[in-house]
DNA sequence: CCAAAAGTGTTCCGAATACACCCATGA
DNA sequence: TCATGGGTGTATTCGGAACACTTTTGG
């Protein structure tokens, strides 16, 4: 064991892991909220968060609570930040590795997950006060998540299996909370390679309906690898 | 206190931060590696790091540590990735919390701290074994360096006050390893407003002599918050 | 006078942008 | 028949990429 542990003022310290959970609604980005469960503070809109449990690894305790919550497991995630400021939490000292994930909101089981857990999904202009320092988690998650997505093709992460060109539209459309011209958006999302035209349409939306796509794989890793122009 | 306490398996842990760092030597992208002090693997090469104090932030920590070695305030850095395995560190469960920063190899002491230090400048392409995890610390630190030099003038960072566009074009040569034409170079450069000349002569790599810039702090600030092309 | 680095303009191409109408269908 | 969302093509502009010669001066 490091001699470190020897001096008075290294001290093992309590690590946290804290989760900013986007999804698509409606159309619009949001954010899944929580009340907090534990003192201080309880009760209290809050990230999901929990504590890192010595047998596991940082990244294992974030998909940890991802699962206990959404019972899905393989979520998009990325680790955003360590926030490891000494007054961050009233409670103690405690450091926390921030994460956020894009989910489909549609999935199963989540619905029924989200609601058993006090918990909300809210847009981004109406979040409301956050314990901690949660707030400037969100606001690094966002900017991250747009930074990525402009050149990575995070948008997918947000869509079901198959989905149509307006589903996608209107996802990216969320990520960076502005108009999107249609005719440039297909021309250069079929011309990418992303897409697998299926022949089904989806009748849901439209009475013409619309073409179902869904994602090439293997086009998919390589652009998250070497990048691609998403910016529209 | 947080009652997580009271749970046998939510336990403190030891948290170090490790700092990746880089300066441009002969036209040339370099790492500072370290000969390792502590037990266990005392000897090899490694990363500069450190335990974090209980009475200092993580980031003070990074900071602290920087200083120690290169005697100097205010250097660029940013936080790189928090790396939490379990079995990263065969001598007890670490959570190491990386950094990555651009120095200017040519600034007071730091010759002389680095040679007092057991430490060298090493290629990126002749980087020898490194204890735990560096190595892949390391490579994720040159990505995400070649990845924000792309938007942000980070470049400047690792050149002196007033610098020549030639030793910036090379700076950029170095992080991103591959030349680049001169004449759009410095069209680029001079066309961004990032630049103030000077009318001052640098004649120490030439018998003309070239021009010496200084940054524009304005811009370089602007340019920082809303990204600007850099890819040649 | 010559070697060695500094400095300078133009053309070309591809990608992003702007923009408006027809199509299919269920109600 | 009409309201609703789906689908399509072209012209323009801007920025990045390619490319070669002249200038200066210390030795």
Redesign the interface.
């Known amino acids: ?5 020897l001096y008075e ?7 946290a892991v804290d989760c900013i959970i986007f999804g698509v609604q409606d159309t619009e980005l949001k954010l899944l909220i929580f009340k907090r469960e ?2 201080p503070l309880a009760g209290a809109w809050s990230l999901l968060g929990s ?9 294992t ?1 974030a998909e940890r609570i991802l699962f206990e919550l959404t019972g899905l497991e393989d979520i998009y995630m990325e ?1 955003l ?2 926030y ?3 007054d961050r939490d009233p ?5 926390s ?1 921030a994460y956020w994930s894009l989910i489909r909101v549609d999935q199963n089981h989540l619905e029924f997950n989200v609601r058993s857990h006090e918990a909300k999904w809210v847009s981004l202009d109406k979040i409301p006060d956050l314990v901690l320092d949660h707030r400037d988690m969100v606001e690094r998650a966002i900017a991250n998540l747009r930074e990525k997505a402009r050149f990575k093709p995070v948008g997918f992460e947000l869509l079901p299996e198959e989905f149509t060109l307006g589903q996608l539209l209107k996802v990216y459309e969320a990520i960076f909370d502005h108009p999107i011209d249609s005719r440039n958006f297909r021309k250069k999302l079929l011309n990418s390679g992303l897409l697998i035209p299926l022949t089904k349409k989806d009748k849901s939306t439209s009475k013409k309906g619309s073409f179902l796509y869904k994602f090439n794989q293997e086009t998919y890793r390589q652009l998250s690898q070497e990048g691609y122009n998403f910016g529209f």
């Open positions: 064991m490091y001699l470190a542990l003022n290294v001290r093992p310290l309590l690590i534990v003192e504590f890192v449990n010595r047998d596991e690894s940082v990244d305790a680790q930040h360590c490891g400021a000494l409670g103690g000292r405690v450091v590795i």
